[in-house]
């Protein structure tokens, strides 16, 4: 911790122009056009706004956006098996996991028991991304996914079929060095 | 006893058909102007200002209003309804009232009759615009007065107080101009100009004027009247829909009322520099487009500028414009008595 109240070396005077008299109204009058002149070549430079809708600024791989389910690309089986650790390591709570045995003639996942249920309310979520790290088959992964917004609450609560599918637009994804 | 002359040479026909033209053409700069400072002001911040309505946003100001006159219209339970209702009118009565006055071009010969590009040749052409900055005083006064709310009333005390200072100044920097061109009529003012304006012999006098301006049409850095941050809106913080829309107009058009006059006091109106003749239609271009030149120094310190602290205000007025404004005249009356 630095002292108070502050050295004089430490302490950056900027000194105002002086009140009254002719050198007071003098600066003051530069002070005016040089902030007139800021302005002016401000409206030169190139403009900072990202018109959202149409154009999107790409996330980052390790963006945690809207989780995802993932099926086995050769066998199309389900990779969950039902566990319920990523509803065990949810901090806020939001997923509901409910476990269904699988049987020769209606087989859904890769595993001995599959999920019958698996709902996420994304109006709870955190979008911490423990559920990611606590499945064993890195059957739920963060998708890039942020563009949510709905007019119901219960319309935020993603089934299955949903977290299963791909999602209708993609966010744009950053690539390696951008 | 003939206290002012009104020159004018027109048939009556004629007469009514300028005041239909001049109103419609001075009501249409005012969408352009909020657009030009809602644009010009998000240029500077490095944003692209409105650009959803329309193309590049044209039709803003349309939606702007249209929203604004389908708004319910309401007021506090303390308000006085009637001078609550009537304020708004004042401030943009006010402020038409003065485009009457202000020349757009020289005498043109239009359908056989002699017609002087103004609505009227006023012989008081300054003492008419003060009187009716006067007034539009009241409309500022009385609307947040009569609305009976904290904020309306502070910021209508400021206004009373920065108007009637500022007014002073904005006075004794048209003496100087005056003098010089003796005659009091704006278009014997710009008659005067074809040699040179008087931006160069009256610059001090322009500066005054200008930074006067923004006081009285309360566009910032002077806009303490408004002053969103401490006062929520000012005087019109408990208007909305067709009454606000009927002061935002009004704010925008004092502006472009005042840069209408700065054009035909400083800027010599209709005439161009170096000597060039243009034909006699092309005028009123000229007038308009030196506005515009007017309104965007508005618009480029507001988006300058910080707004004034309420003691700096009064200082800046009485102590630095008013003593120069003074100062100007009294040398400008020496020097015309000495080269007469």
């Given at each position: 911790m630095s002292p108070w109240p502050p050295s004089a070396e430490e302490l950056h005077v900027v000194d105002g122009p002086d009140p009254g008299g002719a050198g007071g109204f003098y600066r003051a009058f530069g002070e005016t056009l040089r902030g007139l002149k800021t302005t002016l070549r401000q409206s030169v430079?190139?403009?900072?706004?990202?018109?959202y809708p149409e154009e999107k600024i790409p996330v980052y791989p390790r963006f945690r956006g809207r989780h995802r389910l993932h099926k086995?690309?050769?066998?199309?089986?389900?990779?969950?098996?039902?566990?319920s650790l990523c509803a065990a390591a949810c901090p806020s709570d939001c997923i509901r996991v409910v476990a269904a045995e699988n049987t020769p003639e209606n087989r859904v996942s890769a595993g001995e028991r599959y999920a019958a249920v698996y709902e996420i309310n994304l109006s709870r979520c955190i979008f911490c991304g423990y559920c990611e790290v606590a499945c064993p088959f890195d059957a739920i992964t963060m998708g890039n996914d942020y563009e949510m917004s709905d007019y119901n609450r219960h319309d935020l609560i993603f089934t299955k079929e949903m977290l299963l599918a791909e999602p209708f637009e993609r966010t744009p994804l950053r690539g390696e060095g951008e | 006893m003939i206290l002012a002359n009104v020159l004018y040479y027109e048939p009556w026909w004629m007469q009514i058909a300028k005041a239909v033209v001049i109103f419609a053409v001075g009501l249409q700069i005012v969408p352009v102007a909020l657009m030009a400072d809602r644009k010009v002001m998000g240029r500077m911040q490095n944003r692209y200002g409105p650009n959803r309505v329309g193309p590049f946003g044209a039709l803003t100001p349309i939606a702007d209003i249209g929203k604004l006159l389908f708004k319910q219209q309401f007021r506090p339970r303390t308000s006085i309804g009637w001078l609550f209702a009537i304020a708004p009118l004042i401030s943009i009565i006010t402020a038409v009232a003065a485009l009457a006055i202000v020349p757009f071009g020289d005498v043109q010969d239009i359908f056989g009759t002699k017609t002087g590009l103004y609505g009227v040749d006023a012989s008081i052409g300054p003492l008419y615009l003060f009187a009716f900055g006067a007034v539009a005083f009241y409309g500022i006064m009385l609307g947040g007065w009569s609305s009976g709310s904290k904020y309306s009333f502070l910021g209508a005390m400021r206004a009373a107080a920065q108007l009637i200072s500022y007014e002073v100044s904005q006075g004794l920097a048209l003496v100087g101009v005056v003098m010089t061109a003796q005659s009091l009529s704006l278009v014997d003012i710009v008659k005067a100009q074809a040699g040179m304006w008087y931006i160069v012999p009256q610059f001090v006098g322009f500066i005054i004027f200008l930074v006067a301006s923004f006081a009285e049409t309360n566009r910032p850095p002077f806009d303490l009247v408004e002053a969103d941050g401490e006062?929520?809106?000012?005087?019109?913080?408990?208007y909305g829909g067709g009454r606000f829309a009927t002061y935002y107009f009004a704010e925008y058009l004092n502006m472009i009322v005042a840069s209408f006059i700065m054009v035909t006091v400083f800027l010599g109106g209709w005439w161009l520099p170096f000597g060039i003749h243009p034909p006699g239609w092309v005028e009123p271009i000229v007038v308009i487009g030196k506005t515009m030149v007017f309104i965007f120094i508005f618009v480029w310190a507001r988006a300058s500028f910080p707004r004034l602290r309420y003691d700096q205000l009064m200082s800046l007025g009485w102590k630095v414009l008013l003593p120069l404004a003074t100062l100007n005249a009294l040398v400008t009356a020496i020097i015309v008595v000495v080269t007469d």
């Open positions: 430079a190139p403009i900072e706004t990202v018109a086995f690309e050769d066998t199309g089986l389900e990779k969950c098996v039902g566990c | 006062l929520v809106g000012g005087y019109n913080t408990e």
